[in-house]
């Protein structure tokens, strides 16, 4: 059974940060395109950040950029995200997803696998 499992999500006051991590497990993810979503409530679903399969290529959209990094352990089928200078509208369910067709495809939300998500607050 393929999974990806978040883990990481907690309490953070305004200024701190986290780090989240997404473990696969069923099949190896080494070579496939990773990203992180979240959705708060009410809200549509927003794309955060991607990787491609090697960690060269990354993606952000400009209301993370600069405050959130992402990366990964192939050798783990990890990927984080490290979440800096939290805001209270950073506020959502975070979720990991992963796709073999590549970082264009994670980007518009369209990936095979998806998480169950854990959830960030961000106190003000």
């Known amino acids: 059974q393929v999974q990806l499992v978040e883990s990481g999500g907690g309490l953070v006051q305004a200024g701190g940060s986290l780090r989240l991590s997404c473990a696969g497990s069923?099949?190896?993810?080494?070579?496939?395109?990773m990203g992180w979503f979240r959705q708060a409530p009410g809200k549509e679903r927003e794309f955060v950040a991607a990787?491609?399969?090697?960690?060269?290529?990354?993606q952000y959209p400009d209301s993370v950029k600069g405050r959130f990094s992402i990366s990964r352990e192939n050798g783990k089928n990890t990927v984080y995200l490290q979440m800096n200078s939290l805001k209270p509208e950073d506020t959502a369910v975070y979720y990991c997803?992963?796709?073999?067709?590549?970082?264009?495809?994670?980007?518009?939300?369209?990936?095979?696998?998806w998480g169950k998500g854990t959830l960030v607050t961000v106190s003000s």
């Open positions: 069923g099949r190896t993810f080494a070579y496939t395109a």
């Open positions: 997803a992963a796709d073999d067709k590549g970082l264009t495809t994670v980007v518009a939300g369209r990936s095979r696998y």
């Open positions: 990787i491609g399969w090697s960690g060269s290529s990354t």
